[in-house]
């Protein structure tokens, strides 16, 4: 996990709900480099662990081979937002640590037609299904038919994922949970590549997800062990991290549950 340097701001990205403002900044090791920086209000960090969430998902894709941006978290004064935003918003934004993912230029935010077109070819789109349906992604199509799927010619990055893991937040007190009835109350319908992979012959569904049941099985739970070591430095709340640790060890002992439902899912 890199601390960001600032070197300085641009503007406010255009199309993103959450107004991300586009920054310059030094990582690790001194690279001037573009950053899309999120500027998540207080009240969403404290009720929905969004930045350790946008976090934890970004560990989790690299760990399934999928491609996601490079990330930073970076201190700025809050004051000088004013510039991008109004002093009532400025007042709602969370001080600390902001999350940021590194600007690639020449991407576009996909749409269906244009995927089919360019990428599914290429690229093993039931990995990503599947990937979504275990930190169970509301946002890669969902109800706001928002994809966070950038894509330039034949490649594609996975952005914005602080809308997964449901049974994640404050305000989820229990310790016990069922995480066969979590699992199973995904709405997976929405996805964006849902109807795509239904529409694949029965011969090759079969062994659709093999794959990514391997990597499900032999995931390595360490290297998140050690993300919320890194995170606590940091200062990012991250609530009872032994809500992830149980679901992700659950997900490893029952990935043959999981590969049947998902092949249901797409019959």
């Not at 950038?150 to 949970?177: A, G, W």
């Not at 890194?230 to 991290?241: A, H, W």
Request: glycine letters at 4%; proline letters at 2%.
């Amino acid at each position: 996990m890199q601390e960001l340097n600032l070197l300085g701001y641009h503007s406010v990205l255009s199309g993103g709900s959450s107004k991300p403002i586009l920054i310059n900044a030094l990582n690790e090791i001194g690279e001037d480099k573009t950053f899309v920086m999120k500027t998540y209000r207080s009240n969403f960090i404290e009720e929905n662990f969004s930045i350790a969430k946008e976090i934890l998902v970004t560990i989790l894709a690299r760990e399934f081979d999928l491609p996601i941006p490079e990330y930073g978290l970076i201190k700025i004064d809050n004051t000088n937002l004013r510039e991008f935003y109004s002093n009532d918003e400025v007042n709602l934004i969370d001080t600390g640590y902001k999350f940021c993912t590194e600007f690639h230029e020449g991407y576009v935010i996909m749409n269906t037609a244009l995927a089919i077109k360019k990428i599914l070819k290429d690229y093993e789109i039931e990995t990503l299904f599947a990937f979504d349906n275990l930190i169970m992604n509301v946002d890669r199509g969902g109800f706001r038919n928002k994809p966070n799927l950038l894509i330039r010619d034949e490649d594609f990055l996975l952005i914005d994922h602080e809308q997964t893991l449901p049974f994640y937040n404050s305000f989820e007190k229990k310790k016990d949970f069922n995480f066969f009835t979590i699992f199973n109350n995904f709405y997976y319908q929405n996805h964006i590549f849902w109807s795509t992979l239904k529409s694949f012959d029965h011969k090759k569904k079969q062994n659709l997800f093999d794959e990514f049941i391997e990597l499900l099985r032999t995931l390595n739970i360490n290297n998140i062990k050690l993300i919320f070591s890194q995170m606590e430095k940091f200062g990012i709340l991250f609530g009872d991290k032994d809500a992830i640790f149980a679901y992700i060890n659950w997900a490893k002992v029952n990935y043959s549950y999981i590969s049947k439902v998902l092949k249901n899912r797409i019959k």
